[in-house]
């Protein structure tokens, strides 16, 4: 086995996490338009880029 497996593990863990945060701000649901929320974990994005947003959105998007 390789020690990278769990590290690994723990990237693809906290990229569908973030992922799912911005996917909420930004297509949520019950949005009802874009606004900011600090009460919902998404204060780490606030100066923060996200660049493969588009590439996990075509992996992880919600049916």
Known sequence: MLKAKPNLES???T????????YDMLS?????G???DDHKEADQF???????????TAI???D
Do not use: M, S, T
């Open 60 to 62: 992880y998007v919600k």
């Open 46 to 56: 606030r100066y923060r880029i996200f660049p493969y947003y588009d590439q996990l």
């Open 11 to 13: 990237r693809i863990r």
């Open 15 to 22: 990229l569908k996490r973030d992922w799912a945060i911005v």
């Open 28 to 32: 949520g649901k019950d949005n009802g």
């Open 34 to 36: 874009f606004g900011w």
